[in-house]
């Protein structure tokens, strides 16, 4: 199994930037696609982007596209979440997810897809 710990969110003004971090620790040697997500109260999960163990291959939700960039340091079994240009839309506890592979370039889409989440972290943008 593998744990996940989120760090990185804060308060900030809507335009501004935060950048989240993920330190996975546990059972890290094998492969595994990460992802990052958000939900707000009374809504569903959803996802924000999603990496595969390569990192060659993401996919970022068209809310965010052009803002947000994930990426990862397998060396540091770290996953990252860039936010530029923040919106008072994007309020939410941010959580981080991951799902054992056995291909480097798999890359999960749905929360069901995921087997390990975090505890999240609240990102907050004021208008």
């Known amino acids: 199994q593998v744990q996940l710990v989120e760090s990185g969110g804060g308060l900030v003004q809507a335009g501004g930037s935060l950048r989240l971090s993920c330190a996975a620790s546990?059972?890290?040697?094998?492969?595994?696609?990460m992802g990052w997500f958000r939900q707000t109260p009374g809504k569903e999960r959803e996802s924000v982007a999603t990496i595969s163990w390569s990192g060659g291959t993401t996919r970022t939700a068209d809310s965010v596209k052009g803002r947000f960039t994930i990426s990862r340091d397998n060396a540091k079994n770290t996953v990252y979440l860039q936010m530029n240009s923040l919106k008072p839309e994007d309020t939410a506890v941010y959580y981080c997810?991951?799902?054992?592979?056995?291909?480097?370039?798999?890359?999960?889409?749905?929360?069901?897809?995921?087997?390990?989440w975090g505890r999240g972290t609240q990102v907050t943008v004021s208008a």
């Open positions: 997810a991951s799902t054992p592979t056995f291909s480097s370039s798999y890359v999960a889409l749905s929360p069901t897809d995921f087997r390990s």
């Open positions: 546990g059972r890290t040697s094998s492969m595994y696609a």
